[in-house]
C-alpha cells in the first residue's frame, strides 16, 4: 500500500473516532437532562415544617393563600408547610425537569395535579395556605423523596400538623403580638414528651419591615419518613403517627431563631 494511501486511511480513521466520541457525548449529554432527578432517595431524617399564619402573610404578602383571604380565614393557627427528607439535597426524586422547573414556580399554572383522597384533599386545604398550589409544590419537591406513596405521605404531613398545632397553639397565641422564645417552644416540647425532645425543635425567624423580626416557622427534626411506621399487614391500613415517638428517634435539630415577635 502507498504511503498515502495508509495516510488517507489514518486520517478518515481519525475523524470516524471523532464523529462516534461526538455522537457519544451527545447521547451521554442528553441523557443527563432528562434523567437529573432519576435518582433513588436517600433520606437521613426529615424535618416537619408548620409556619405561624398571621406571619406567611406578613412575610409574603403575595402568597396565594395570602391573596385570596384563605390563610387570614384560618384565623391564628400554625398551617402546614411541608414534610421534608433531609438532608436538603433530597428533593425532586425521578422528576422530569420540566416539572422541576414548574415546581419551583409557586405562579405556576401547569403544574400536574397529586391524586388524593377526597377526604385527605379537604384536610390539606383547611390546614394549607392553598393546597391547590402547595400539595403539588410539596409533592414534587420533598415528597419524591420521602420513599412514601403521597397519600401515606400527606395523611402523616396532615397527622402530625395537627398534633404540632394542638401543642403549641396556645403557646402562640398566649404571645400574639409580643416576643416568643425557642426556650418557650422546647420547654412545651420537654413538659409533653419529656426531657430532650425540645431538642428536636428550630424555629425560622423573618425580618418584617415595620415589625422587625417575627416568628416565622417550627421545624420539628423526625426520623426518615419512610421509617415512621413498620409495613402493615396484608388488607391493614395504617394508624396514625404518633409525634412523640417519632421524636424520640428523630436527631437533634439546629436551633435557628432565638426570640421574634407572634404578629
Given at each position: 500500500?502507498?504511503?498515502?494511501d ?9 475523524l470516524?473516532?471523532v ?14 437532562e ?5 435518582r433513588t432517595a436517600?433520606?437521613?431524617?426529615s424535618?416537619?415544617?408548620?409556619t ?5 402573610c406578613a412575610?409574603e ?5 395570602c ?6 380565614n384560618?384565623g391564628?393557627?400554625?398551617?402546614v408547610?411541608?414534610l421534608?427528607?433531609?438532608p436538603r ?5 425521578g ?8 415546581a ?8 400536574p395535579?397529586v ?21 403539588p409544590?410539596?409533592?414534587f ?10 397519600d ?8 402530625l ?5 394542638d401543642?403549641?397553639n ?22 409533653e414528651f419529656?426531657?430532650?425532645?425540645g ?11 415595620g ?10 427534626s ?5 421509617q ?10 395504617p394508624g396514625?403517627v ?8 428523630g436527631?437533634?435539630?439546629?436551633a435557628g431563631c ?6
Amino acid at each position: 500500500m502507498r504511503r498515502s494511501d495508509v495516510t488517507v486511511l489514518s486520517i478518515s480513521a481519525a475523524l470516524a473516532a471523532v464523529v462516534v466520541a461526538l455522537v457519544v457525548s451527545s447521547f451521554v449529554i442528553d441523557r443527563s437532562e432528562d434523567s437529573a432527578t432519576d435518582r433513588t432517595a436517600a433520606s437521613t431524617s426529615s424535618l416537619l415544617v408548620v409556619t405561624w399564619g398571621p406571619s406567611l402573610c406578613a412575610v409574603e404578602e403575595s402568597n396565594p393563600g395570602c391573596r385570596s383571604g384563605h390563610v387570614q380565614n384560618l384565623g391564628s393557627t400554625l398551617i402546614v408547610h411541608g414534610l421534608w427528607p433531609q438532608p436538603r439535597t433530597e428533593q425532586f426524586c425521578g422528576v422530569p425537569e420540566a416539572v422541576v422547573e414548574r415546581a419551583r414556580d409557586l405562579d405556576s399554572t401547569d403544574m400536574p395535579t397529586v391524586d388524593l383522597p377526597a377526604q385527605l384533599s379537604t384536610s390539606l386545604q383547611s390546614m394549607m395556605s392553598d393546597s391547590s398550589v402547595m400539595a403539588p409544590h410539596e409533592w414534587f419537591t420533598h415528597g419524591t423523596c420521602s420513599g412514601v406513596a403521597p397519600d401515606v405521605y400527606f395523611g402523616d404531613l396532615v397527622s402530625l400538623s395537627k398534633q404540632v398545632g394542638d401543642l403549641l397553639n396556645p403557646v402562640f397565641r398566649d404571645a400574639e403580638h409580643s416576643k416568643l422564645s425557642l426556650g418557650a417552644v422546647r420547654d412545651r416540647f420537654d413538659t409533653e414528651f419529656g426531657g430532650g425532645a425540645g431538642n428536636r425543635v428550630g424555629l425560622s425567624c423573618r425580618d418584617v419591615d415595620g415589625q422587625g423580626v417575627v416568628v416565622y416557622e417550627v421545624h420539628v427534626s423526625l426520623p426518615p419518613i419512610a421509617q415512621f411506621r413498620s409495613e402493615p399487614g396484608a388488607g391493614a391500613s395504617p394508624g396514625p403517627v404518633a409525634l412523640g415517638d417519632l421524636l424520640a428517634e428523630g436527631p437533634s435539630t439546629f436551633a435557628g431563631c432565638r426570640r421574634g415577635l407572634v404578629p
